[in-house]
């Protein structure tokens, strides 16, 4: 049996990480994130947000603006779970809904589109044919030493629907996370992963290349469809498997040119020119970051680990969770959500404006050697805006020189 390597494929390093996210970060990931959604559905439609949920490096980012370890595999668990606490109380009002989780969850999945179904219309057969056997072939057919122990189901009120899902290797600690859109796939057996996203681990056998045919004949039965068009652009990235944020892991003329936007400049001009009252050049920051998570295009992702200088991260890296901030965000964008659906668009046209800003700066922004000074302003300066991590909270540095992180 020949063994094929993946081709042309997006992988990274995400290393396994164990442990549960904080409820003080939870509560808080689970009320952004839905706003976030929220947000893209209503300015780009559900497709939109299935296919950037698709998309691996935007989902990473989306994940680092939500405060978790920028790099690991706790991104995925932690950002589902967070998004089906918010997402399915509101399926009448957005359209979008998940299935799953991790572990037991995982297998509640058939179940759980059988009940959606019950209530919608939706063809609940074939939503379920189409998650077992996207769980088969991430578990069987790529037999690349990777166990599922993840899948989530996000399906729309129209039927469209997206999997996210990740295995574990034990033995190298690593993991990869597996990405399908339904729009996106014209086979289950030939090249059908929107994204796969994991550490490269070498030589591994892999059935759904489309130079397989011969071998899976005699081993599925599916092959009955017609041969999958790969996507046009398959996307690359390695993520490191060091901790803390470093100057190469960030595109620094884009992070510069959103610093230069929050603090070069007076609040008041933004109180004017963008209608947010009462929010200071932190708080403008995580929104300019969280501005582009929402209407930023697939490149503008190219380095997830910027958007940990919206809210930091759980562990301290780069920085602390600055949880007033945070809530600050939250605010924003949920009163301006809120005043859309009335008809009243300004704020969300601030918040729009605020990414189209950062980029017009980008242009001429020229990056300086102080990468590493920010992220020691942003420790020093942590206790002013509720920093918290998992080992507790920020207390003020005992002098001006000195960095105290818990």
């Known amino acids: 049996m020949p063994k094929l390597y993946f081709d042309n494929q997006r992988y990274a390093d995400l290393p396994l990480h164990y442990g549960k996210v904080p409820p003080w970060l939870a509560e808080r990931m689970s009320k952004l994130g839905g706003a976030i959604i929220e947000s893209v559905a209503m300015e780009y439609g559900k497709s939109e947000v299935l296919s950037r949920m698709s998309d691996p490096m935007w989902f990473q980012a989306l994940g680092c603006v939500l405060g978790m370890d920028w790099h690991s595999s706790g991104i995925t668990t932690s950002v589902m779970g967070a998004l089906k606490k918010a997402l399915n109380p509101k399926f009448s009002e957005i359209g979008i809904y998940i299935c799953g989780g991790k572990g037991n969850h995982s297998r509640q999945t058939p179940s759980e589109l059988l009940s959606l179904a019950e209530r919608t219309g939706l063809n609940g ?59 996106q796939l014209t086979s289950f057996v030939e090249e059908p992963h929107s994204f796969i996203y994991g550490a490269n681990q070498g030589e591994i056998l892999n059935l759904t290349d489309k130079n397989a045919v011969h071998t899976k004949t005699g081993l599925l039965e599916l092959v009955k469809e017609s041969p999958s068009v790969i996507l046009p652009e398959i996307r690359k990235i390695v993520m490191p498997s060091h901790h803390d944020v470093k100057e190469k892991d960030v595109d620094l003329k884009r992070l510069g040119s959103v610093l230069a936007l929050a603090h070069e400049r007076q609040v008041s001009d933004f109180e004017s020119l963008l209608l947010l009252e009462g929010v200071g050049p932190r708080a403008i920051q995580s929104l300019t970051l969280v501005s582009e998570i929402i209407h930023g295009t697939p490149s503008r992702f190219t380095d997830p680990a910027r958007f940990s200088f919206a809210h930091g991260g759980k562990d301290g890296h780069p920085f602390p969770v600055p949880t007033k901030t945070y809530d600050q965000t939250i605010d924003v964008l949920r009163n301006a959500l809120e005043k859309a659906k009335l008809g009243i668009t300004d704020k969300n046209e601030a918040i729009k404006n605020l990414t189209l800003a950062a980029q017009a700066i980008e242009k001429n922004f020229m990056p300086n050697a102080n990468f590493y000074k920010v992220i020691e302003q942003e420790r020093r300066d942590s206790y002013k805006y509720g920093g918290r991590t998992v080992f507790g909270k920020t207390k003020p540095p005992k002098n001006v020189g000195q960095l105290s992180l818990f």
Not at 152 to 158: A, D, G, I, L, P
């Open 125 to 183: 057969t074939e939503l379920v044919k189409n998650s077992r056997l996207s769980a088969k072939v991430d578990n069987n057919a790529i037999q690349d030493g990777f166990q599922i122990y993840l899948h989530t189901f996000m399906v729309s009120n129209e039927g469209e629907w997206a999997v996210i899902q990740q295995g574990m290797n034990d033995e190298s600690g690593m993991a990869r996370r597996y990405h399908w859109h339904s729009k």
